[in-house]
Nanobody, 126 residues
């Protein structure tokens, strides 16, 4: 059974930084695309960033390029999202998700992913 557990959300001022962590289990880490999505009330869930740890490929939404960095630790089966220069528009519930196979372009379409964590709130104050 695929399990994903997020941590690291919180309240931060505009311009600040946060690092989200996703602990994974129950699947072959290198064979899956693993990523971060976010959602605000009344809006669709959007892909923020995804990674394929087997070949190192990554995907970033245009809105976060240059500010967010995704990384993975294959030995610990962890995925991280370093978020810098945070803006109020980044405020959302952030979810970790995983899907087979490891095709990071799936990040563009949240329904492509079938396994989800419980989410962690990120709030950026102005």
């Amino acid at each position: 059974e695929v399990q994903l557990v997020e941590s690291g959300g919180g309240l931060v001022q505009e311009g600040g930084s946060l690092r989200l962590s996703c602990a994974t289990s129950g699947f072959i880490f290198e064979d899956y695309a693993i990523g971060w999505f976010r959602q605000t009330p009344g809006k669709e869930r959007e892909g923020v960033s995804c990674i394929s740890s087997g070949d190192g490929r990554t995907y970033y939404a245009d809105s976060v390029k240059g500010r967010f960095t995704i990384s993975s630790d294959r030995s610990e089966k962890m995925v991280y999202l370093q978020m810098n220069s945070l803006k109020p528009d980044d405020t959302a519930v952030y979810y970790c998700a995983a899907e087979f196979p490891a095709v990071v372009s799936m990040c563009e379409y949240a329904p492509s992913f079938s396994s989800w964590g419980q989410g962690t709130q990120v709030t950026v104050s102005s």
